[in-house]
């Protein structure tokens, strides 16, 4: 059982100060949902795609939060057709009384632009206020100010950059909670906390970061590495959601109080929601999909011309790496990597693209990537 990450308590709310009522969240990020029969070629479930997402519908709506939010990369391929179809599953949740958020990501944008986002996910992207120079948004609810970021630019659609008049924008709202007493979630598609060497998250602007540490910034929610991850920059913390369809099938839930959140990666529950066929076809498929990924690695050994008895020792400890790292449970196995095997496996594989690729996963902050208690 994956431990809780606790913070020190904040000292008791003063006298008469107003107590908010819990606000519920489930989270969703890179859902990459395609209306039409969808190939599953690099991600193998993304062929039931449309299951998966209707599905994941049912189940939120059983489980009745106050919002769902979804971190970006809400379709594949950014069309409108996708996005449309898309939406008539989100507006089921908004008919259920379920608040939509919904935030563009990159893939989002590569068929539309930021006026076709907003005709085809106006209703979603509503906010008490909105920056006129992006789709970012703002929402208040309960004691906190929820931040929809949209970091999309024209110039380097894979990563994240806010312009000038956004920043300005994001401080004014930053400083207005502060004032009004109230705690921010920050939400973008792209990344926010720096690297282990210090250089910037996947979101380019480098003062960022900084920024979001002078003021109530309680969390950050974010996406687009589909994989499961929390990581902590001196007081800030970020939770990076998995991918729904790459196993275990994640998505989370989140719990805020006025004094304490909680966050909870947990795997759809595709036998009460889904279907036993569609549970049995993803099954079937992880296990085709984990054999064409040992035999990939095997053929990347042998161009590496790494003996047949080391091929064993490597392969079986990238297989472990894979399976923890699709389940979000890199750090809880942070030891194995300190192995004098994995030490030379590393060393071979600073020769291919997997190399310095995975010494940047393993070498962060040891936490616990799917669950989080803070006291606020």
Known sequence: ??????????????????????????????????????????????????????????????????????????????????????????????????RVMVLPGNHDYDHADRGTL?????????????????????????????????????????FGTFSGGTMGWLQQRLKAASDDGLQVIFLSHHNVIPGPDGTPGSIANPELSALLQRYPVALCLSGHQHSQVILQHRQLYEIISGMPAMAPHLYGRLLLTDHHITYDAVPLDLSVYGSAELADTLKEMDNQASNQLQEALGVMLEEQQVSRKEQEIFLSLLMDYFAWYETGQIAEHADAFRSPEWKKLLTVLDQTNYGPWIRAVISRPPLPSRHLELDR
């Open 1 to 98: 059982m994956i431990a809780a990450f606790l913070l020190c308590a904040c000292s008791a709310p003063a006298a008469g100060a107003v107590e908010h009522a819990p606000v519920s969240a489930v989270i969703v990020s890179d859902l990459h949902y395609t209306a039409g029969k969808a190939s599953g070629q690099i991600i193998p479930a993304m062929a039931c795609i449309d299951e998966l997402t209707r599905a994941m519908i049912h189940e939120v709506i059983a489980l009745k939060p106050d919002m769902l939010i979804l971190t970006g990369d809400n379709t594949n391929s950014g069309a409108p057709a996708d996005a449309e179809q898309l939406c008539a599953y989100l507006q089921e949740a908004a008919d259920a009384g379920i």
């Open 118 to 158: 907003q005709e085809l996910y106006g209703a979603f992207m509503q906010g008490d206020t909105a920056d006129p120079y992006s789709l970012s948004y703002e929402v208040r609810l309960g004691g906190y100010a929820l931040l929809a970021m949209d970091d999309y630019t024209d110039t380097s659609p894979s």
